[in-house]
């Protein structure tokens, strides 16, 4: 079985996060961000990291902007990618600032904070144990499908050794999905859980646990913490409250010699 974390919330600077401290011991600072400390307004009040919610792109900088100041980077060296529900993976070895299409982002590069966005779906932290790459994903239920965890891992030549996180997302008693999209997760126990009707409620959370012990990842490994998006005082939920903004897990390596703070 995974381990299931309860984690308190803490302050970086204006933010308040849940900091994933245990990562430190592998060479990471991670973070996962909440709804507090940013500048945005309703619907997309407060920190809303996403430009494709109709919030304001300046709001949305200045938010960004204070999530880097808490990863000890600089806005350029916060990491992020246009997320499109598939497998893809940047490899940010090779970044040069250019804009990144995919569901996650892997890195051995230091002074680089990687980003992925949420509000539902579930972010996930992958580190090497050796702490010498980590990658961040994106997974809703179009990307489980689609195999972005097994996509990730394939960046990482020991899976046995990965080290995984899974953040908050969507609860099963709040998740309920429709057949066109329970068939694909039938043949997981635990996956689905009868509702009224056709439609039956879907643990996200069972099947990345499944795809993670199928790819590899003991389930030693894996820490699931006990935080879902279903208060949206806390966290953004898309099927709560639509528009609404997007929350992030953040990483980055802690060897990444001076700071890059200010750089341009």
């Known amino acids: 079985m995974s381990t299931q974390v309860t984690l308190a919330t803490s302050e970086r600077g204006d933010l308040r996060v849940v900091e994933l401290a245990a990562m430190r011991d592998v060479g990471v600072d991670a973070f996962i961000t909440t709804r ?13 990291l996403a430009t494709h919610v109709g919030d304001d792109p300046e709001q949305v900088r200045e938010n960004r902007r204070r999530v880097a100041a808490a990863a000890n980077v600089a806005p350029s060296h916060l990491v992020t990618s246009h997320q499109v529900h598939g497998a893809g993976v940047s490899d940010v070895d090779r970044w040069a600032g250019e804009d990144l ?3 996650a ?24 144990g050796d702490g010498e790459r980590l990658a961040v994903a994106h997974a809703g239920w179009r ?3 689609a195999g972005v965890i097994p996509a990730t891992l394939t960046h990482f030549t020991r899976p046995r ?12 008693q709040r998740y309920q999905v429709g057949p066109d999209v ?10 689905l859980g009868e509702d009224h009707g056709d439609r039956q409620r879907l643990d996200l959370g069972a099947v990345v646990r499944h795809q993670l012990r199928r790819a590899g990842v003991p389930d030693q490994h894996v ?18 409250h639509r528009p609404c903004g997007r929350f992030a897990l953040v990483a980055r390596r802690l060897d990444d010699g001076a700071s890059t703070r200010g750089a341009s």
């Open 182 to 191: 329970a068939h694909h997760f039938a043949h997981i126990e635990g996956a």
């Open 223 to 240: 820490s699931a913490l006990a935080l879902s998006t279903d208060d949206t005082t806390v966290f953004f939920s898309d099927r709560a």
């Open 101 to 103: 299409e995919g569901d």
């Open 161 to 172: 050794e990965v080290r995984v996180v899974v953040g908050p997302h969507i609860s099963a």
């Open 143 to 145: 990307g489980l499908v």
């Open 105 to 128: 982002l892997v890195t051995t590069r230091g002074g680089l904070a990687l980003c992925v966005l949420v509000a539902d779906c579930v972010p996930m932290l992958f580190v090497a």
């Open 36 to 48: 507090d400390g940013g500048v945005s307004e309703a619907p997309y009040d407060r920190l809303n």
